[in-house]
């Protein structure tokens, strides 16, 4: 007789946690910034959730002479400095048994070996039935001996562990178009395709996923978001902090590369894409990867881009270094700090709205937004000189930080005249919700774990992400970039750009 169903067990139950099965999470590259500042403090900030399996291993690979015991006590350190959750010693106390390390460098077969037996070893000693995710937290010139590595011992393959195997892949993905092919042929060889994730961790930023809810949950969005109603659209993505001791991989890649190929593609098509048939993974993709091909790179690139580079100057009251002085970086570099885009989406929706996109180090503060302009209305029946104040409407998708959504329109300044002033409404994260949202890379390596791929842009949407880019990077080619002052707000050839074209940059 069959069981009726128990309904605390229905996977679209909200209350029920998920949880991935038993597994391995390897990370390669664990010394490094990103496994110290992201991704051990995910680990430890979903084990204190309660979203990670009983059957769970950290396995860190490096070439250090470290035993278990001299990594727990990093990763330790590490999690403590660096978790969004509160520490609890309980909480590590359970993990800490359940960390290891294999030493050796990329090219050590004997240390793969090594690794590929300490995988099989978890099925007996901690129930893990041939599970793991590898994360290639490392030079993208180191991926190809890892990949052969993972190949040769046959820890990429599915059918050999047992269980799954999957790969997570850090951006940058390539350095161009023909890179990434060749990337993705590389990482294709040794695992199956719907085994690769490649991680934008934008896409997991609570506030880049509520493009989608804003826009396809609600009515009163979608009838005005198009040419018919829509003026411009701007893309930002300020910071205040230099280059750090990044300079031997920055000053090779550039803003354009580093972030807007990734990051700002991926929040222009989250903007400008048409409503999915539903959100599972393929469709969402689909629909990005419609959008990103549909953009047009600008024909005059010397007039509808901006490439600058920072000077000496105060950020915050404090005083700092221009790009050229920081440590490890060429004199005479012309790499970019700074970028400004003025790009074209080739459909009916978009026709004739500029998307201008930018991003840049060393600007008056952190912000990244979305912000879309709306036209002014066809007839305003006011004396010109009560609607002084009075802007486009606009809707900014405040991504980070103060996270939220901001609806800017005109309203009447109390008293006897009829004066109309901008006023903002305002919808904040930390108001409306009681619940703190997950650091991206927590959502991210849960879904790796779980196998859920909708946050992770697939390999056509990376290639159609560089066909944008890279005529602009050839265009570039022996050019130097703007100097601008650290501390303001770009070179003033982007305010030039923008004011060609009767508009300006929003005071971000
Ligand atoms: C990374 C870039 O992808 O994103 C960095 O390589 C940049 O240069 C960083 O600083 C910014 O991330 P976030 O989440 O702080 O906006």
Known sequence: MDLPANPLRDPQDRRLPRIPEPCALVIFGVTGDLARKKLIPAVYDLANRGLL?????????????????????????????????????????????????????????AAFDLLAQTLDDLRDSHGIPGNAAFYLSIPPSAFPVVLKQLGRTGMADNDRSGGWRRVIVEKPFGSDLQSARELDDLVDDVFTADDVFRIDHYLGKETVQNILALRFANTLFEPVWNSHYVDSVQITMAEDVGIGTRAGFYDSVGTARDVVQNHLLQLLALTAMEEPTSFEASEI??????????????????????????LPGWVAGERVKGYLDEDGVPPTSTTETYVAINLAIQNRRWAGVPFYVRAGKRLPRRVT???????????????????????????????????????????????????????????????????????????????????????????????????????????????????????????????????????????A
């Open 285 to 310: 993709r689909q629909e990005k990867l419609k959008v990103l091909r549909a953009i047009v790179p600008p024909k005059d690139v010397a007039k509808d881009t901006v490439r600058g580079q920072y």
């Open 53 to 109: 399996p009983p059957g769970f291993v950290v396995l860190g690979f490096a070439r250090r002479d470290w035993g278990d015991g001299d990594f727990e006590q990093i990763a330790r350190a590490a999690a403590e400095k660096h978790a969004r959750t509160p520490w609890r010693d309980e909480v590590w106390a359970r993990l800490s048994g359940n960390i290891k390390f294999v030493g050796g460098s990329f090219e050590d077969d």
């Open 369 to 507: 937004e979305v912000a879309v302009m709306f036209k002014r209305a066809p007839h305003l029946p006011f004396q010109q000189a009560d609607i002084e104040m009075l802007g486009n409407n606009q809707l900014v998708i405040r991504v980070q930080p103060d996270e939220g959504v901001v609806l800017k329109f005109g309203s009447k300044v109390p008293g006897t005249t009829m004066e109309v002033r901008d006023i903002a409404m305002d919808f904040s994260y930390g108001e409306a919700f009681t619940e703190a949202s997950p650091e991206a890379y927590e959502r991210l390596v849960l879904d790796v774990l779980i196998g859920d791929k909708t946050l992770f842009p697939d390999a056509a949407e990376v290639e159609a992400s560089w066909a944008v880019i890279d005529p602009l990077e050839e265009a570039w080619e022996g050019t130097k970039p703007e100097p601008y002052r650290s501390g303001e707000w770009g070179p003033r050839l982007a305010d030039k750009m923008l004011g060609r074209e009767g508009r300006a940059w929003r005071r």
